[in-house]
């Protein structure tokens, strides 16, 4: 395995927030769900 092929799948954050990790992650996740809902139902022109 090449050394950078060690990298590929991971998932990093990196904020000034004074979250707990498990608050950061869960925001993140809502801010990506809200970010792909929207287009699901815009119809195409």
Do not use: H
Request: hydrophobic share 30%.
């Amino acid at each position: 395995m090449k050394p950078d092929n060690a990298w590929d799948g991971l998932k990093g954050y990196a904020t000034n927030a004074r979250l707990s990790q498990k608050e950061v992650i869960e925001q993140y996740g809502q801010l990506m769900a809200n970010r792909k809902g929207p287009s699901a139902y815009q119809k195409p022109i």
